[in-house]
């Protein structure tokens, strides 16, 4: 099992909808916990960072924590084509070296 | 400012061939990294810099070398291309107080070994 689970998609919604993506994990060590954003042919940009529990707002977008259920979440509000991208998620343990470890990436299409 | 800059955006290699894929940062960042990207497996750690001169193994580091003689670049050293190596390859830095959160990636290099 990897220790970090994120469902591939692709995910498709219509423009103006809200999207909600997901991982879960396993490492109750884990504290910080991001999400970046890849388009295509592109690398990975940080999009939101949180740490430990609780939510995070910024513009359209909302980063969970729930560390009693191991599941973090990123809510898009209002999505536009613009969204349209691979979301992955990302975690650390602060007695980790700050290695960071994975989801496999969920890919997003917004459809105009 | 250039961020990271990886060379060369694509490459075709023979199985057999060695070749260096560059990184280099303008950001002063003392973490440098190499990922490899493959379809369903999410990113994963080849080799790592926490400055120069001090490098170390991600979780996949066969097949690869590294070195780190000044802060700005890390080149990634394929010895002898295999077809398994064929993947998006991806460099990224981080300042050592945003390292839980804060990388900063290149575009990344796309290698075929054929």
């Known amino acids: 099992q990897k220790e970090v689970e994120q469902d591939p998609g692709p995910l498709s919604v219509p423009e103006g909808a809200i999207v909600s993506l997901n991982c879960t994990y396993s490492n109750s060590a884990f504290q910080y916990f991001m999400w970046y954003r890849q388009y295509s042919r592109k690398g990975p940009e940080l999009l939101m960072y949180t740490y430990s529990s609780g939510n995070k707002e910024d513009g359209r977008f909302t980063a969970q924590v729930d560390k009693s259920s191991k599941y973090i979440s990123l809510f898009i509000r209002d999505s536009q084509p613009s969204d349209s991208a691979t979301y992955l998620c990302a975690m650390s343990a602060v007695d980790s070296n700050y290695q960071l470890i994975w989801g496999a990436g969920t890919k997003l299409i917004i459809k105009p | 400012n250039a961020g990271v800059t990886q060379t060369p955006k694509f490459q075709v290699l023979k199985t057999g061939q060695s070749m260096t894929l560059q990184c280099a940062q303008d950001m002063n960042h003392e973490y440098m990294s190499w990922y490899r990207q493959d379809p369903g497996m999410g990113l994963r750690l080849i080799h790592y810099?926490?400055?120069?001169?001090?490098?170390d193994q991600g979780e996949v580091p066969n097949g690869y070398n590294v070195s780190r003689s000044t802060t700005e670049d890390f080149p990634l050293r394929l010895l002898s291309a295999a077809p398994s190596q064929t993947s998006v390859y991806f460099c990224?830095?981080?300042?050592?107080?945003?390292?839980?959160?804060?990388?900063?990636f290149g575009s990344g290099t796309r290698l075929t070994v054929v």
């Open positions: 810099s926490v400055g120069a001169g001090i490098t």
């Open positions: 990224a830095s981080s300042l050592r107080s945003a390292l839980s959160y804060g990388y900063t």
